[in-house]
């Protein structure tokens, strides 16, 4: 089963991002706490990366940045979501390393279709 982690400190978002993930078939790794993203992930080794942007330290964009410098996670996809509308976060988002940026509120299919093309890339 491919794993995606999701960093977001909402558990409610969370929560909602394991139901839709898992009715894909995916298997869902979450975390609430953005520090312990890239630890976890080098043990769990996903397939792919959902992360919010407006967290705690490390926030999405230096979490994003701390991701892409570890050799095994530099072409694993990032997909940020974020409610974050504006250009700016989003070019900065793209320039720390994110394949894609979708805002809240999202409709499943956008999402579902960005997960395959980006896991398409790699498989």
Do not use: W
Request: aromatic share 8%; charged share 30%.
């Amino acid at each position: 089963m491919t794993k995606i982690m999701v960093v977001d400190d909402d558990k409610d978002a969370t929560t909602l991002f394991e139901e839709v993930l898992k009715a894909e078939g995916y298997e869902a790794i979450l975390l609430n706490e953005s520090s312990k993203a890239v630890q976890i992930a080098k043990k769990e080794l996903p397939a792919l990366f959902i992360l919010d942007l407006m967290m705690p330290e490390p926030d999405g964009f230096k979490l994003c940045r701390m991701l892409r410098r570890e050799p095994e996670f530099k072409s694993t996809p990032i997909i940020i979501v974020t409610a974050l509308n504006d250009t700016d976060s989003r070019i900065v988002a793209i320039g720390a390393g994110a394949n894609d940026y979708l805002t809240k509120p999202f409709r499943l299919d956008e999402l579902y279709s960005s997960i395959k093309d980006h896991l398409e890339i790699i498989y």
